[in-house]
């Protein structure tokens, strides 16, 4: 009834997006539930504050992008400024002692009153509303190509200051990728977009070398055997589940590589354990749905009515799609092992409500699209 009611409104959000959002939620809480059992068993985490903790921040993701869809993106552009500046300042908390946690090497969440946070989430989305608005006015006043290049590198280098300082070279990619493309369909000449991207190349080499996880993980990916016990244990035991899972998969709950094996099967590996499960079937249709997101929001963003809702839309559709594909391409071993989380699935209750949130915005931008020609 509510989600009838919602859908008559005098402006509707597209209706294709909004079941493909629905699809990943449902999804995304029962192959988490799946996952948690393993997490549980093997380290007596508690199975249901690890539930109650995920039903509350989809319900707050829920609530965030019900409130989004209903904000009018133009009163967005007007926030953009002070968004960036509040996002940023949660970022350089995390270097605060005391305030800053750090887990595993590095420090990218906050913790206020007993609740942690991850502000690079949030500073992924002020970034791109920030560069949609930028790029929108410049093209308005017909600067078109005298300093988009130079705004698309300064942008980079504030956000990469930010992330690599934590360090978060994951988060730090799929956001250059979302620059690069709003960049891209602002109408940069190819030039520029070549070269930016040779200095984001050459950037990304210098971190390879002089950082040893990245390394390391450039190493794993081109010689998965050679360290099977250490480095290259997380994407082998991923490749076992998956395979585990032939076509069909081993059912729900009966993921065996949960259990003992897989590193974070709520969190990295948590595609790994829907693919045991779910089999090849199963993992095509959760690959298929995403796919479907993208090029929903792509069509989205062909028809937005300006172009900063343009932009801004593309700039959402890759920060979401690059971060799933990243994240399922790394368990499948066809790119370099990364930490980023699965959007809508792994566990994270800031992913999950920045993620709800910027669909959100995306299906306000959809009740005013253009009508095909």
């Known amino acids: 009834m509510l989600l009838r009611t919602y859908l008559k409104t005098s402006d509707p959000v597209d ?194 070398y002089w950082r040893p996880y990245l390394k390391e993980r450039v190493t794993t990916f081109l010689e998965p055997a050679t360290d099977v016990q250490g480095a290259g244990w997380q994407v082998n035991q991923s490749l076992i589940a998956i395979g585990s899972g032939g076509f069909s998969g081993r059912g729900f709950g009966q993921s065996v590589q949960k259990f003992s094996y897989l590193p974070e099967p709520i969190g990295d590996s948590i595609f790994a354990v829907a693919a045991e499960e779910f089999g090849f079937l199963g993992s095509v249709a959760l690959i298929g749905i995403f796919l479907a997101f993208f090029l929903r929001g792509l069509r989205i963003a062909s028809r937005a009515p300006d172009l900063f809702s343009g932009l801004l839309s593309i700039g959402i559709v890759i920060l979401i799609g690059a971060s799933a594909f990243m994240n399922m391409g790394s368990m499948l071993a066809i790119i370099p092992l990364s930490g980023l989380p699965l959007a809508f699935i792994s566990h994270g209750g800031t992913a999950l409500v920045i993620t709800l949130f910027e669909t959100g915005i995306l299906l306000n931008i959809s009740r005013y699209q253009k009508s095909a020609a």
Do not use: N
Not at 22 to 33: C, E, S, T
Not at 91 to 115: D, Q
Not at 142 to 150: K, M, V
């Open 15 to 208: 209706r294709w997006l909004l079941w493909i959002l629905i699809g990943l939620i449902a999804a995304g809480f029962f192959i988490f539930l799946s996952a948690s059992i393993g997490l549980h068993a093997r380290e007596g985490a508690s199975f249901k504050s690890i539930i109650i903790s995920r039903l509350l921040a989809t319900t707050i993701g829920i609530c965030a992008a019900y409130m989004a869809s209903l904000f009018h993106y133009k009163k967005l552009r007007r926030l953009t400024l002070p968004f960036l500046l509040f996002s940023t300042a949660l970022s350089i908390l995390v270097f605060i002692p005391g305030v800053g946690v750090e887990h595993g090497g590095a420090r990218r969440w906050i913790s206020i009153f007993g609740l942690s946070f991850q502000p690079a989430e949030l500073l992924k989305l002020a970034f791109v509303i920030y560069a949609a608005a930028i790029l929108s006015a410049m093209k308005e006043k017909s600067r078109i190509f005298s300093r988009g290049p130079l705004l698309l590198l300064l942008l980079s280098s504030v956000a990469g200051a930010l992330l690599l300082l934590q360090p978060d070279t994951d988060t730090f990619i799929v956001l250059f990728a979302a620059l690069l493309s709003m960049f891209i369909a602002w109408g940069g000449r190819w030039r520029h977009v070549c070269a930016v991207l040779l200095i984001g190349l050459i950037g990304l080499a210098a971190l390879v």
